[in-house]
């Protein structure tokens, strides 16, 4: 079977960092992706990991440890913006995305 | 261009009623996506084309049916669906490297909105 945990809600003031952790149990295993969502909108791409480490894009970066099945998404001085659900995902053979269930971040001023 | 478009955006439709929906894309790529997403939950992909041959079905019922008349092009014709069938449909495409089947950054479009009395 395949799984992605991730916490549901996340609150957080402007200004601060923010860490959306998500493991994972799945067979055939590529990489794994991050995608956020504004209420009513689409899914946009924001990182991607197919390798141990930190990738780091502007405020916004991610983490990988395949071997502890882990990895995390870090929103650094946080936006109002910002508030929107996360996504992880896993990236499986053919393009097939596995995605979690969502955290939802609120962003405070 | 990096945009995926679909229409229409909003679509209400009866058990018996027969509609197709659209997603367009120009940037190239070769991999093209249906997705299902009820309100709260994540994506659920529904079908993968890869150079416009249907390589992945997620054993979606077959009053949902896919087509992919060229490389830019994706409908998604649907029959007979029942009111669980209302969510929002997403569209998607991407790139598949040539190295290996892997792709991925996936470009969504807006979505069709569906509703079925």
């Known amino acids: 079977g395949q799984s992605l945990e991730q916490p549901s809600e996340v609150t957080a003031v402007e200004g601060a960092i923010v860490q959306i952790n998500c493991t994972y149990q799945?067979?055939?295993?590529?990489?794994l992706s991050w995608y956020q969502q504004h209420d009513g909108g689409a899914p946009t791409f924001l990182s991607y990991?197919?390798?141990?480490g930190l990738e780091e894009t502007g405020r916004f970066s991610s983490f990988l440890s395949r071997s502890d099945s882990y990895g995390y998404l870090l929103l650094q001085e946080l936006q109002m913006k910002d508030s929107a659900s996360y996504f992880c995902?896993?990236?499986?053979?053919?393009?097939?995305?596995?995605f979690g269930q969502g955290t939802e971040l609120s962003v405070k001023p | 261009d990096t945009e995926v478009t679909q229409t229409p955006k909003h679509l209400v439709m009866g058990m018996t009623n027969k509609k197709s929906l659209k997603c367009e894309q120009h940037?190239?790529?070769?991999?093209m996506y249906w997705y299902k997403q009820k309100a709260k939950k994540p994506p659920e992909l529904m079908f993968v084309?890869?150079?416009?041959?249907?390589?992945i079905n997620e054993s979606v019922p077959s009053r949902f049916s896919p087509e992919c008349p060229n490389s830019s092009l994706l409908n998604l014709h649907l029959h007979a669906l029942q009111p669980e069938d209302s969510a929002l449909y997403l569209c998607?495409?991407?790139?598949?490297?040539?190295?290996?089947?892997?792709?991925?950054?996936?470009?969504f479009g807006p979505g069709t909105r569906l509703t079925v009395l």
């Open positions: 998607a495409s991407s790139q598949i490297l040539r190295t290996s089947a892997l792709v991925y950054e996936q470009f």
């Open positions: 799945t067979s055939g295993f590529y990489g």
């Open positions: 990991n197919a390798l141990d």
């Open positions: 995902a896993v990236s499986r053979q053919g393009g097939k995305l596995i």
């Open positions: 940037m190239g790529h070769r991999a």
């Open positions: 084309y890869s150079y416009e041959k249907l390589s």
